[in-house]
């Protein structure tokens, strides 16, 4: 157990539709990051946030959008959605304390299924 | 051409081989690697971090990097059927305080009892 939560574990909607994930870092870490895995395409980093504040942006589509709240946790909000965006999406938490505390530690993930 | 190249496999060996999976990268200014263990549909789990050149080891599991070549390896002793998996490699250059992580595609493992 990476101490990273992630809810919920699947999800299933349908085109157009909006959707929340949920993620709750290790406890002390200050980074989160979201990653989406697809078959095709492999991990691909999307956003990061840190201290509640966005650090760096990836390949996140504009109908995506993040937010880390006070305590920590972080939401990925995912809209008007495309069959494409199925996927299983990640998150990670670090302490980003430099050169040793940038490991990431993966949660469980979220399965989106898009019909 | 991809800033991480991994084998995808599929990779299959007896049990008790000693397993090599490899990466290059392109991109000179990565500067921390990583190896992570995904089982099916699992989150990944990390194996191994290295920030310098040369070899880490961890049990059965050693880690090599070798900058000069952009090439970094993991090797596995004494293979066990728990570690068929796939193994994916990733990398970052902790650029602006990012550590972002650019991954291979992941070399799916199987080792046979």
């Known amino acids: 157990d990476s101490g990273v939560t992630q809810t919920p574990k699947h999800l299933i909607t349908a085109t157009g539709q909006r959707v929340t994930l949920r993620c709750s870092p290790r406890s002390g870490d200050l980074s989160v990051y979201w990653y989406q895995q697809s078959l095709d395409q492999g991990l691909q980093f999307l956003i990061q946030y840190y201290n509640g504040e966005e650090r760096a942006k990836g390949n996140i589509l504009e109908r995506f959008s993040a937010q880390q709240f006070p305590d920590l946790h972080s939401e990925l909000n995912l809209s008007s959605l495309e069959l494409g965006d199925s996927a299983l999406y990640f998150c990670?938490?670090?302490?980003?304390?430099?050169?040793?505390?940038?490991?990431?530690?993966f949660g469980p993930g979220t399965r989106l299924t898009v019909l | 051409q991809k800033e991480v190249e991994q084998d995808p496999g599929p990779l299959s060996v007896p049990e008790g081989a000693i397993v090599s999976l490899n990466c290059t990268y392109s991109n000179s200014a990565f500067q921390y690697f990583m190896w992570y263990r995904q089982y099916s549909r699992k989150g990944p789990e990390l194996l191994m971090y290295?920030?310098?050149?040369g070899n880490k080891e961890d049990g059965r599991f050693t880690a090599q990097v070798d900058k000069s070549s952009k090439y970094i390896s993991l090797f596995i002793r004494d293979s066990q059927p728990s570690d068929s998996a796939t193994y994916l490699c990733?990398?970052?250059?902790?650029?602006?305080?990012?550590?972002?992580?650019?991954f291979g595609k992941g070399t799916k493992l199987s080792v046979i009892p």
């Open positions: 990733a990398m970052s250059d902790g650029g602006a305080g990012s550590y972002q992580l650019t």
């Open positions: 290295t920030y310098s050149s």
């Open positions: 990670a938490s670090s302490d980003n304390s430099g050169r040793a505390g940038n490991e990431q530690f």
